[in-house]
């Protein structure tokens, strides 16, 4: 397949599987490991284009649903493409539309041909009390429909084809396909029956996507906590020869145990010279851990969420609850080492004084958090290119942790690739 990105390996951790690359797309050149801000309708929530691209963004993450059905993809399209609608010249990657529906959509159901859910503009919305809420994958929609004589044209039906149709029109730098979304504990048949139809969906989706030359489609690799499956997936999504790679279906609520092995098994079955995604992760150490296994590209809506609710990501003990009383004639910046606007203009007292309270705050503290996510992974491009990351890991958990309670599953993550936090 053309490819609309070009991707460089520039330097290598000699110890973990950190590296860092130099990735190519239409709208800007992205230096990974890099962590990409969630904008959900049009907008990083709080926050504007014009701040992101003063911390040095290059990329940030659109979601399909939200512009796919508001304003819709043919509005978009007109105002020449999500760069030109938002006023964002960089990247932006679009996710396939399908995880949002399941998730935010109460009734939906997965068969072959795609995933019918119920509209969230529906004329009238069947909402079950949550103790009764149909499963996802078992639930009988039609049946649902003519019990409760809802109308049927309440439902829309998204499709691996309809998926890229609209992020075509949205324009997207990297499309995902449409995957069939399982929860991660779901065990039994229903994680490979998934796992296999997001191949045979990848296969519609490829089929699908026409413009090869200004747009990337990215593969989701699926198949839940098991290692078998995983390994199939790999092994029949890199035959097709995509320009990158995701790690799906993690980061809902599984042990971190599990997380961590996944996340490392798949770095190792995915091809070295392509970008490897791992989505819905963005907590520090999650992001520091994942590095060192390997991975280049991350999301998460965490950073802007928290700040909405008043707390600060810090390198030393992670987080300040700026609401919290002790911040009241506290007058230093959320962070000395920081430059980022809030920072440079702004004392945890004011924070304090606006927090929860003025929108004000959530702007302030949200282009704080993604500035700390963002210099974090510089911070780790830094230190693998000068070939000290092994080091900068156990500085940064030792910061991030005072009391040396690291969580066991980072410790173990970190030694299956030579770093070992106690020193042992
Ligand atoms: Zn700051």
């Known amino acids: 397949m053309k490819s609309a990105l070009k991707f460089v390996v520039e330097a290598e951790c000699g110890t973990t599987k950190a590296r860092v690359s130099s990735m190519t797309l239409p709208h800007s050149c992205v230096s990974t490991p890099v962590f990409m801000p969630v904008g959900t309708a049009a907008t990083l929530k709080g926050v504007l284009p014009e701040q992101l691209k003063a911390l040095s963004c290059q990329i940030m993450l659109s979601n399909t649903y ?20 938002m006023q964002w010249d960089r990247s932006v990657l679009t996710d396939s539309g399908g995880f949002q529906m399941v998730s935010l959509s109460k009734l939906s ?26 499963d996802v994958e078992m639930s009988n929609v039609d049946d649902l429909i003519a019990d409760n004589n809802l109308n049927s044209k309440d439902f829309l039906l998204m499709t691996p084809e309809e998926s890229i149709n609209i992020q075509t029109k949205l324009g997207a730098d990297i499309m995902m396909q449409l995957d069939d979304v399982v929860h991660v504990l779901t065990t039994g048949p229903r994680v490979e029956e998934a796992m296999w139809r997001s191949i045979r969906w990848l296969d519609r989706c490829i089929a699908a996507h026409k ?4 747009q990337n489609l990215f593969a989701i690799i699926q198949g839940g906590l098991q290692p078998d499956l995983r390994k199939i997936c790999c092994a029949e999504m890199t035959k097709r020869d995509l320009p990158g790679f995701a790690i799906g279906g993690l980061s809902g609520g599984e042990e971190k145990s599990d997380f ?21 992760v963005g907590y520090a150490t999650d992001l520091v851990v994942c590095v060192a296994l390997g991975v280049d590209m991350f999301d998460c809506v965490f950073p802007t969420r928290t700040a909405r609710f008043g707390t600060a990501l810090v390198k030393s003990g992670g987080c300040l609850k700026l609401s919290q009383q002790q911040y009241q004639l506290d007058f230093a910046p959320i962070d000395d080492d920081c430059n980022c606007y809030t920072c440079k203009n702004y004392t945890r007292s004011y924070l304090h ?32 290119r000068s070939g000290t990351f092994p080091q900068f890991v156990c500085n940064f958990m030792a910061l ?24 042992v």
């Not at 413009?211 to 200004?214: A, G, I, L, M, Y």
């Open 66 to 85: 939200h512009l796919g059905t508001r304003p819709g993809a043919d509005i978009v399209s007109d105002a020449g493409g999500v760069h030109n609608f």
């Open 109 to 134: 159901k997965v068969d072959e041909n795609g995933v019918l859910f119920q509209s969230p503009y529906a004329s009238r919305k069947l909402e079950p009390a949550d103790d009764k809420l149909p």
């Open 211 to 214: 413009n090869t030359e200004k």
């Open 260 to 280: 961590w092995k996944i996340v490392s098994f798949c770095t190792d079955h995915l091809p070295k010279n392509k970008p490897r995604y791992c989505m819905g």
């Open 353 to 384: 004084e606006v927090a929860c309270q003025e929108s004000c705050a959530s702007t302030l503290i949200s282009i704080h958090n993604v500035a700390f996510q963002l210099n974090l992974m510089e911070s780790m491009r830094n230190a693998i």
């Open 400 to 423: 991030q942790y005072p009391t040396e309670d690291y969580p066991q599953w980072a410790v173990d993550a970190l030694s299956s690739v030579g770093v070992n936090l106690k020193g």
